[in-house]
């Protein structure tokens, strides 16, 4: 067995290693490493590890669903290979082969889909983008090397500040960005010519399922009868079919529950902490932080959701590396990997 | 006097109206033998009538109204009453004659006149889609204009009675026969049976036969002379034609089938054309030129119709004569009535004259027993009052309020022409805002081009499309401005049919649309589609013939154009519409509806001259405001 | 490419460009007749040299006139029909070798599945060329040319199936799929069809001219009554000039508006079209695909001095955007919008959206 092998520690030092990996790709990579330690000798064995292996992975992390979006493609990948396997050894090599490639196309999916998608970014436009998405980023990247003038708008998301991250990177790549609070979307969304999100995972319908502020932005997006375009790799796409925002994997009984009303409203916190100073919206936050002991706060982001689920008829396009989707296309795919 | 005044008054009033006097002069020459013409007509008419008339008691109706005006006015002054009216009914038929009689009979004495007005106009209704169109006008204006000029008395108020028999005088008159539909000869037929009645045995039968002759000249010559009838220049003509040819079949059943109507209108009046023969007697002729001039189009905006609607009412109640045993406040209203109808007749009444009769009424009910004098006066002041405060300063106080809200770099799209958005914008431009318009407009009647031209004369940057092309103008728009012919207690805005697919397209973009309304045209009818109350146009003005361009070079389709869209030039035959033909195809109609009514959550806010409200505060303005703002 | 074939395809060209040759069947017609002398008449041997010769040829006549996308889709479905040709013809001369991953029914030529199997199956040159290859190849051309002269009967068949009695219908422009389909209906049905008289090119004045020869009852409305008596409206059936990838239309100006109002009155918009006018394009912008005309048919040229001073825009074409169709009826049987990037999956191959010439 591979009780040698930790493969949540690898996948975390992975992602530690390399911030531009992604969860999906990262946890591949660790499956694929799994493998390699892997001193099963039967069929069913390995099978088992591997399940064993992926379940660990989904367990570790709060937010497991684009992680189990490539532990499922590679899951799928290697039960449907298992059928008609010649000789053990030989096979586990092809995977540790396949693994391996797939880890370099997946690289090369994002050139792809900003390929796709840099028509779609037309001259003199401005962009609504949420938090930090590497795709998102490279996609508008690439337009700016293209020539097209354009300017983004990128929403602050307050939780893990991914739109300083953001702001950072398209205006050292020259693109004019303001960093806006999540709050203001509904302000800037007339000014707004397209809405651009990244995801953590497509699912069954096409929905979206993003960090936190996505499904809102798609309907004040709607709304104003604004494209909302999605940017994803397909190795995101995931079999899941969330009914509503309370039907995802991530979503458990504390999620926003009512705390005990025990709160010392006249106390202030002097500094909300986790925030970085480095924005002015974010300097905005700390000024309007809540009244509430500190401890109190973070309970409360801890309840608080990461992800939320966006339906599909408030996604306009998917770009992915296998095309510009409509929601019923992804679906479509979905439905040919696993059927 | 009162005569006198009205005769005087007609005069002018026809003259003005070119298109009355070539029809005149040009018929002369035809008809030569007028006065005996009639007496054997009768025989002609009766088989023809028998078929075509609509019922028995309308011709006895016409026959004591006939007999009786004349008796009276043989008893007066007018010894040469007699001869005229002779030839009126040869050579115009009743319709003329009727204008005539109306203004006679009050000669003698107020009521008989009424009475027979109410006949007549009775009858008139039922005829009423015969449309008789301008050709009735032209006829009474040519008799008028001899009448005039025979008569001592010019000016106003002078003049006596229109005297003068020369009945000789009036056989020019005869070739307007030529531009007279067939229900107007068959109205003047009627007149004849009657007149025969009333004078036993009066002609030669010769003669009737060149009546009879006169009488079916005008259908052969009709179409293909229209220097002769001046009909064809007027919108109605085509559709007249048609209804003529229809009834001289004496079927009047295919009436409908010629208008096809159109079954989710039919609830709907047909399509009105200017005719005076639909006016009831004792029109004041002010009111029965306006009453034209809406029915063309000549006059046409809520605001301009409501304007010469009480100018018109000012005028007649200026000249207004007390009949005996009644004041003027209290008689003034019964005497007003027929020329609401006969408005009505013209057009359907627009919300906004509506509403400013109302508040006619309301101050002549008010004041009922204010002196002769005193409530002329008043009258005339609350009339004048009306159009400064509700209309002029109404239009000041928006266009200073709308200013607020265009900014520079603004694209401003409009469409077709309101008058207070052309002020609105002009006044913008004028205080050196930087914007642009765009002009949007429609078939048939590009009112848009009128706005297009005074903003393009004044230099503001213009652009010009028509309505087909919404959606791709409206990209790069920013605000939406539009008049309103009416708001509804709803909110819904009624307004020139396309306005809501202007709003709606607006809406989609989130573009705010404002629309610039008077309080006046509030109403408190509620509406929820285009169909219960709407208005239909003259069908005819979608032929885009060469001969139907109503002075729009555009209207035309020009076929090179029109081959190269279609990639089938062989279709577009030269000068000939696609739709020319429309009336003998059976399965072809066309409706041509004039408004549409807008939902209130396509328009974002309204100005009015109380200020800034959202279209669903409109029965609040109503209740709240307007009471105040008429004590 | 031989003598012969390059002066047809200049002779297509400078019909295209002087737009003597314009709306879409023409179009598609004669591009595939062209197409397939250029197959048939030229040597080739490899698969990349045959679609590099049918991709310049089709580059050519988008250049000639862009707007017309019924020309790339036929060339599109032309080197779809190739590339599957060589893919037959390889797989049956080495199918021992031929991957399981590719077996899967579903599979088309891109998947996320791919990213985990094996590489450059689809890069790969198709060299094998067969004897019987050309021919076959040719067949295949010809098949969608018996499709192209069969659209309107597939369509119009489908015809009962959509108008019920005393509907009333709204079109706008003149649409000969249109018209077809409601001709047949109304053998079966009595209807009564409104049609916007689709100013300033008054289309519809003879669409409706045309059905109510056919014995259809139609009335001209102007166009700014299509709001007005849409509340009453059952159906709006429109054609277009093309369906794009994402179920957008571009079709007579003009219908944008209809097909708002319809979906504000929450009317179905039915759009007719043959499949060759489905193009795997996206509208990038919206008005890429547009063309403007002559505005002397919106303002005469008689008016010459306030032409001057104004702006005067004629724009021949409208995007609809996909939200507001509901259903496509197209040769193959109806379709929701959701349903077209399928179709176009089907029809055309991912790496030919573009015509630059392969390696």
Redesign the interface.
């Given at each position: 067995m591979s009780k040698d092998f930790d493969v949540v520690a690898n996948y975390k030092s992975l992602l530690l290693n390399s911030p531009e990996l992604s969860m999906p790709v990262a946890a591949i990579q660790s499956l694929v490493e799994l493998i390699k330690h892997s001193s099963a000798t039967t069929m069913s064995e390995f099978m088992l590890s591997i399940n064993v292996a992926s379940q660990l992975l989904k367990s570790s992390v709060r937010n497991s669903i684009s992680l189990s979006a490539g532990c499922d493609l590679f899951l799928r990948f290697v039960t449907r290979n298992s059928q008609d396997v010649a000789e053990f050894e030989a096979w586990k090599a092809t995977l540790i082969v396949r693994g391996q490639s797939f880890v370099e196309k997946a690289d090369a999916c994002r050139y792809k889909i900003a390929e796709l998608g840099v028509p779609f970014i037309k001259d003199g436009s401005t962009i609504l983008i949420h938090a930090h998405s590497r795709v998102v980023s490279l996609l508008l990247q690439k337009a700016a090397e293209n020539h097209k003038r354009f300017k983004v708008f990128v929403t602050e998301s307050s939780q893990t500040h991914g739109g300083i991250r953001s702001a950072k990177v398209l205006r050292a790549a020259g693109i004019p960005t303001t960093i806006i609070l999540d709050a203001a979307v509904g302000y800037v969304i007339?000014k707004v010519d397209m809405v651009l999100v990244g995801a953590e995972g497509v699912v069954e319908n096409g929905g979206l399922i993003n960090q936190i502020g996505s499904y809102q932005m798609a309907i004040v997006a709607k709304a104003?009868?604004k494209p909302f375009y999605a940017v994803a790799e397909s190795y995101k796409f995931v079999r899941l079919f969330p009914l509503n925002q309370y039907d995802l994997p991530t979503y458990n009984a504390d999620t926003l529950s009512f705390q005990e009303l025990n709160v010392d409203y006249d106390s202030k916190t002097d500094e909300t902490g986790s925030v970085s100073s480095s924005a002015a919206p974010s300097s905005a936050l700390s000024q309007t932080a809540l009244h509430m002991k500190t401890s109190e706060d973070q309970a409360s982001q801890g309840s608080n959701p990461l992800v939320d689920y966006t339906p599909p008829n408030y996604i306009t396009l998917l770009f992915t590396d296998l095309g510009v989707l409509t929601p019923s296309g992804v679906s479509d795919e979905l439905i040919k990997l696993y059927l | 006097m009162d005569p006198k005044k009205k005769t005087v008054g007609f005069v002018p009033d026809h003259d003005a109206d070119t298109t009355t006097s070539p029809g005149g002069s040009n018929n002369t020459s035809t008809v030569n033998s007028p006065v005996s013409a009639f007496s054997n007509t009768p025989d002609l008419n009766n088989t023809t009538n028998n078929n075509s008339t609509t019922s028995t008691p309308n011709s006895a109706g016409s026959a004591p109204a006939s007999s009786q005006p004349r008796s009276i006015n043989t008893s007066g002054a007018r010894s040469s009453y007699e001869p005229m009216k002779s030839s009126y009914e040869e050579q115009w038929g009743l319709t003329p004659t009727r204008t005539q009689k109306t203004a006679s009979p009050r000669d003698g004495s107020g009521f008989p006149a009424k009475e027979q007005g109410a006949g007549s106009h009775k009858k008139e209704n039922k005829v009423k889609t015969s449309g008789l169109g301008i050709q009735a006008n032209a006829g009474s204006a040519s008799t008028d204009g001899p009448q005039s000029s025979t008569s001592s008395a010019g000016p106003a108020s002078a003049g006596g009675p229109p005297s003068s028999g020369k009945g000789g005088s009036q056989k020019p008159s005869a070739p307007s026969q030529k531009s007279m539909t067939k229900a107007e000869r068959r109205e003047l037929q009627e007149k004849q049976k009657a007149e025969k009645a009333a004078r036993v045995s009066a002609g030669l039968p010769a003669s009737g036969k060149k009546a009879a002759q006169v009488l079916n000249q005008p259908n052969s010559g009709f179409s293909p002379n229209p220097s002769k009838s001046l009909a064809t220049s007027f919108p109605g003509a085509e559709a007249e034609k048609a209804i003529a040819a229809a009834e001289s079949t004496g079927q009047t059943r295919r009436r409908e089938k010629l208008t096809k109507e159109?079954?989710?209108f039919a609830h709907l009046d047909p399509p009105k054309f200017a005719n005076t023969a639909l006016a009831p007697k004792d029109l004041h002729p002010a009111v029965v030129h306006a009453g034209l001039q809406m029915a063309q189009f000549k006059i046409c905006g809520a605001n301009a119709r409501c304007v010469a609607t009480l100018n018109a009412f000012r005028k007649a109640i200026q000249d207004y004569q007390t009949p005996p045993n009644t004041t003027l406040s209290r008689h003034i209203q019964t005497y007003l009535n027929p020329h609401i109808s006969y408005l009505v007749t013209c057009r359907p009444m627009a919300v906004s004259m509506g509403n400013a009769i109302r508040y006619l009424k309301y101050e002549i009910g008010k004041n009922l027993e204010l002196p002769d004098e005193d409530a002329r006066a008043l009258f005339v002041e609350k009339i004048d009052n009306f159009i400064r405060d509700r209309i002029t300063m109404a239009d000041q106080v928006i266009t200073s309020l709308g200013l607020q809200k265009i900014q520079d770099g603004d694209v401003i799209l409009t469409y077709a022409r309101s008058s207070v958005v052309q002020g609105l914008l002009l006044a913008a431009h004028a205080k050196g805002i930087k914007f642009k318009v765009i002009?949007v407009d429609?078939?048939?009647r590009f009112e848009g081009?009128q706005l297009?031209?005074a903003l393009?004369?004044a230099g503001v940057?213009?652009?010009?499309?028509?309505?087909?092309?919404?959606?791709?103008?409206m990209?790069e728009v920013n605000k939406v401005i539009l008049g309103a012919h009416s708001l509804l207690s709803n909110g819904a805005l009624y307004s020139?049919?396309?306005t809501?697919?202007v709003a709606?397209?607006a809406h989609?973009?989130?573009i705010p649309v404002i629309v610039c309304c008077e309080t006046y045209k509030f109403s408190e009818r509620v509406q929820l589609?285009?169909?219960v109350q709407?208005e239909i146009g003259n069908p005819d003005e979608?032929v885009?013939d060469q001969n139907n361009n109503f002075g729009h070079?555009?209207t035309?389709?020009?076929p090179s154009?029109?081959g190269?869209?279609?990639?089938d030039a062989a279709?577009a035959a030269a000068g000939a519409?696609?739709?020319t033909g429309?009336r003998e195809?059976?399965?072809?109609?066309?409706?041509?509806?004039l408004?549409?009514?807008?939902?209130s959550e396509f328009v974002t806010v309204v100005i009015t001259e109380v200020g800034l409200i959202p279209c669903t505060s409109v029965p609040v303005i109503l209740r709240e405001f307007l009471p105040m703002m008429q004590q | 490419m031989s003598k012969g074939t390059n002066d047809l395809v200049d002779i297509l060209v400078a019909k295209l460009k002087r737009?003597q040759l314009?709306?879409s069947s023409?179009v598609a017609q004669a591009t595939l007749k062209l197409l397939i002398v250029v197959i048939s008449k030229n040597n080739w041997s490899k698969a990349n040299d045959l679609l590099n010769l049918v991709r310049s040829v089709g580059q050519r006549l988008i250049e000639a006139n862009p707007t017309e996308l019924a020309i790339g889709n036929i060339v599109r479905r032309v080197l779809h029909v190739i590339r599957e040709e060589f893919r037959d013809a390889e797989a049956s001369s080495k199918s021992d070798d031929h991957s399981e991953f590719q077996t899967v029914p579903l599979t088309t030529s891109s998947s996320m599945y791919n990213l985990l199997s094996e590489t450059g199956s689809d890069d790969k040159e198709y060299t094998h060329a067969s004897h019987n290859l050309r021919s076959d190849i040719i067949q295949e051309v010809r098949d969608i040319r018996i499709e192209l002269d069969t659209i309107y009967e597939n369509i119009k068949n489908q015809a009962t199936n959509h108008i019920h009695s005393n509907e009333?219908i709204m079109t706008i422009g003149?649409s000969r799929t249109v018209e077809e389909f409601l001709k047949m209906a109304s053998s079966k049905r009595k209807f009564?069809v409104?049609v916007a008289?689709?100013?300033?090119?008054?289309?519809g004045?003879?669409m409706?001219?045309e059905?109510?020869?056919a014995?259809?009852?139609?009335?001209?409305?102007?166009?700014?009554?299509?709001?007005?008596?849409m509340?009453?409206v059952n159906k709006v059936i429109l054609g277009t000039h093309a369906v794009l990838a994402n179920g957008g239309l571009v079709a007579?100006?003009?219908t944008?508006?209809m097909a708002?109002?319809a979906k504000?009155h929450s009317i179905p918009v039915v759009v007719c079209t043959g499949l060759y006018k489905l193009s795997p394009l996206y509208p990038h912008d919206?008005?890429s695909f547009?063309v403007v005309?002559?505005p002397?048919?919106?303002?005469?040229f008689?008016?010459g001095d306030?032409m001057e001073?104004?702006?005067?825009?004629?724009?021949?074409y409208?995007?609809?955007s996909p939200e507001f169709v509901n259903l496509f009826i197209t040769n193959q049987g109806g379709h929701p919008p959701s349903y077209l990037y399928r179709l176009i999956v089907e029809n055309y191959d991912p790496n030919d959206h573009t015509f630059d010439p392969l390696a």
């Amino acid at each position: 067995m591979s009780k040698d092998f930790d493969v949540v520690a690898n996948y975390k030092s992975l992602l530690l290693n390399s911030p531009e990996l992604s969860m999906p790709v990262a946890a591949i990579q660790s499956l694929v490493e799994l493998i390699k330690h892997s001193s099963a000798t039967t069929m069913s064995e390995f099978m088992l590890s591997i399940n064993v292996a992926s379940q660990l992975l989904k367990s570790s992390v709060r937010n497991s669903i684009s992680l189990s979006a490539g532990c499922d493609l590679f899951l799928r990948f290697v039960t449907r290979n298992s059928q008609d396997v010649a000789e053990f050894e030989a096979w586990k090599a092809t995977l540790i082969v396949r693994g391996q490639s797939f880890v370099e196309k997946a690289d090369a999916c994002r050139y792809k889909i900003a390929e796709l998608g840099v028509p779609f970014i037309k001259d003199g436009s401005t962009i609504l983008i949420h938090a930090h998405s590497r795709v998102v980023s490279l996609l508008l990247q690439k337009a700016a090397e293209n020539h097209k003038r354009f300017k983004v708008f990128v929403t602050e998301s307050s939780q893990t500040h991914g739109g300083i991250r953001s702001a950072k990177v398209l205006r050292a790549a020259g693109i004019p960005t303001t960093i806006i609070l999540d709050a203001a979307v509904g302000y800037v969304i007339d000014k707004v010519d397209m809405v651009l999100v990244g995801a953590e995972g497509v699912v069954e319908n096409g929905g979206l399922i993003n960090q936190i502020g996505s499904y809102q932005m798609a309907i004040v997006a709607k709304a104003a009868n604004k494209p909302f375009y999605a940017v994803a790799e397909s190795y995101k796409f995931v079999r899941l079919f969330p009914l509503n925002q309370y039907d995802l994997p991530t979503y458990n009984a504390d999620t926003l529950s009512f705390q005990e009303l025990n709160v010392d409203y006249d106390s202030k916190t002097d500094e909300t902490g986790s925030v970085s100073s480095s924005a002015a919206p974010s300097s905005a936050l700390s000024q309007t932080a809540l009244h509430m002991k500190t401890s109190e706060d973070q309970a409360s982001q801890g309840s608080n959701p990461l992800v939320d689920y966006t339906p599909p008829n408030y996604i306009t396009l998917l770009f992915t590396d296998l095309g510009v989707l409509t929601p019923s296309g992804v679906s479509d795919e979905l439905i040919k990997l696993y059927l | 006097m009162d005569p006198k005044k009205k005769t005087v008054g007609f005069v002018p009033d026809h003259d003005a109206d070119t298109t009355t006097s070539p029809g005149g002069s040009n018929n002369t020459s035809t008809v030569n033998s007028p006065v005996s013409a009639f007496s054997n007509t009768p025989d002609l008419n009766n088989t023809t009538n028998n078929n075509s008339t609509t019922s028995t008691p309308n011709s006895a109706g016409s026959a004591p109204a006939s007999s009786q005006p004349r008796s009276i006015n043989t008893s007066g002054a007018r010894s040469s009453y007699e001869p005229m009216k002779s030839s009126y009914e040869e050579q115009w038929g009743l319709t003329p004659t009727r204008t005539q009689k109306t203004a006679s009979p009050r000669d003698g004495s107020g009521f008989p006149a009424k009475e027979q007005g109410a006949g007549s106009h009775k009858k008139e209704n039922k005829v009423k889609t015969s449309g008789l169109g301008i050709q009735a006008n032209a006829g009474s204006a040519s008799t008028d204009g001899p009448q005039s000029s025979t008569s001592s008395a010019g000016p106003a108020s002078a003049g006596g009675p229109p005297s003068s028999g020369k009945g000789g005088s009036q056989k020019p008159s005869a070739p307007s026969q030529k531009s007279m539909t067939k229900a107007e000869r068959r109205e003047l037929q009627e007149k004849q049976k009657a007149e025969k009645a009333a004078r036993v045995s009066a002609g030669l039968p010769a003669s009737g036969k060149k009546a009879a002759q006169v009488l079916n000249q005008p259908n052969s010559g009709f179409s293909p002379n229209p220097s002769k009838s001046l009909a064809t220049s007027f919108p109605g003509a085509e559709a007249e034609k048609a209804i003529a040819a229809a009834e001289s079949t004496g079927q009047t059943r295919r009436r409908e089938k010629l208008t096809k109507e159109i079954g989710l209108f039919a609830h709907l009046d047909p399509p009105k054309f200017a005719n005076t023969a639909l006016a009831p007697k004792d029109l004041h002729p002010a009111v029965v030129h306006a009453g034209l001039q809406m029915a063309q189009f000549k006059i046409c905006g809520a605001n301009a119709r409501c304007v010469a609607t009480l100018n018109a009412f000012r005028k007649a109640i200026q000249d207004y004569q007390t009949p005996p045993n009644t004041t003027l406040s209290r008689h003034i209203q019964t005497y007003l009535n027929p020329h609401i109808s006969y408005l009505v007749t013209c057009r359907p009444m627009a919300v906004s004259m509506g509403n400013a009769i109302r508040y006619l009424k309301y101050e002549i009910g008010k004041n009922l027993e204010l002196p002769d004098e005193d409530a002329r006066a008043l009258f005339v002041e609350k009339i004048d009052n009306f159009i400064r405060d509700r209309i002029t300063m109404a239009d000041q106080v928006i266009t200073s309020l709308g200013l607020q809200k265009i900014q520079d770099g603004d694209v401003i799209l409009t469409y077709a022409r309101s008058s207070v958005v052309q002020g609105l914008l002009l006044a913008a431009h004028a205080k050196g805002i930087k914007f642009k318009v765009i002009v949007v407009d429609s078939r048939p009647r590009f009112e848009g081009k009128q706005l297009l031209r005074a903003l393009a004369a004044a230099g503001v940057p213009c652009t010009y499309v028509l309505l087909t092309a919404i959606g791709h103008v409206m990209r790069e728009v920013n605000k939406v401005i539009l008049g309103a012919h009416s708001l509804l207690s709803n909110g819904a805005l009624y307004s020139r049919a396309g306005t809501a697919v202007v709003a709606m397209s607006a809406h989609e973009r989130k573009i705010p649309v404002i629309v610039c309304c008077e309080t006046y045209k509030f109403s408190e009818r509620v509406q929820l589609d285009s169909f219960v109350q709407n208005e239909i146009g003259n069908p005819d003005e979608l032929v885009n013939d060469q001969n139907n361009n109503f002075g729009h070079s555009s209207t035309r389709c020009h076929p090179s154009v029109r081959g190269a869209n279609s990639g089938d030039a062989a279709s577009a035959a030269a000068g000939a519409g696609v739709l020319t033909g429309w009336r003998e195809s059976r399965d072809l109609k066309l409706l041509n509806l004039l408004y549409d009514l807008t939902p209130s959550e396509f328009v974002t806010v309204v100005i009015t001259e109380v200020g800034l409200i959202p279209c669903t505060s409109v029965p609040v303005i109503l209740r709240e405001f307007l009471p105040m703002m008429q004590q | 490419m031989s003598k012969g074939t390059n002066d047809l395809v200049d002779i297509l060209v400078a019909k295209l460009k002087r737009r003597q040759l314009v709306g879409s069947s023409a179009v598609a017609q004669a591009t595939l007749k062209l197409l397939i002398v250029v197959i048939s008449k030229n040597n080739w041997s490899k698969a990349n040299d045959l679609l590099n010769l049918v991709r310049s040829v089709g580059q050519r006549l988008i250049e000639a006139n862009p707007t017309e996308l019924a020309i790339g889709n036929i060339v599109r479905r032309v080197l779809h029909v190739i590339r599957e040709e060589f893919r037959d013809a390889e797989a049956s001369s080495k199918s021992d070798d031929h991957s399981e991953f590719q077996t899967v029914p579903l599979t088309t030529s891109s998947s996320m599945y791919n990213l985990l199997s094996e590489t450059g199956s689809d890069d790969k040159e198709y060299t094998h060329a067969s004897h019987n290859l050309r021919s076959d190849i040719i067949q295949e051309v010809r098949d969608i040319r018996i499709e192209l002269d069969t659209i309107y009967e597939n369509i119009k068949n489908q015809a009962t199936n959509h108008i019920h009695s005393n509907e009333i219908i709204m079109t706008i422009g003149r649409s000969r799929t249109v018209e077809e389909f409601l001709k047949m209906a109304s053998s079966k049905r009595k209807f009564h069809v409104l049609v916007a008289e689709t100013a300033p090119s008054y289309l519809g004045q003879q669409m409706a001219l045309e059905l109510s020869k056919a014995g259809i009852e139609a009335t001209v409305i102007p166009d700014s009554a299509v709001f007005a008596v849409m509340s009453r409206v059952n159906k709006v059936i429109l054609g277009t000039h093309a369906v794009l990838a994402n179920g957008g239309l571009v079709a007579i100006s003009g219908t944008h508006m209809m097909a708002a109002a319809a979906k504000h009155h929450s009317i179905p918009v039915v759009v007719c079209t043959g499949l060759y006018k489905l193009s795997p394009l996206y509208p990038h912008d919206e008005d890429s695909f547009n063309v403007v005309m002559n505005p002397d048919a919106v303002l005469g040229f008689e008016e010459g001095d306030l032409m001057e001073k104004v702006t005067v825009t004629n724009p021949y074409y409208d995007y609809v955007s996909p939200e507001f169709v509901n259903l496509f009826i197209t040769n193959q049987g109806g379709h929701p919008p959701s349903y077209l990037y399928r179709l176009i999956v089907e029809n055309y191959d991912p790496n030919d959206h573009t015509f630059d010439p392969l390696a």
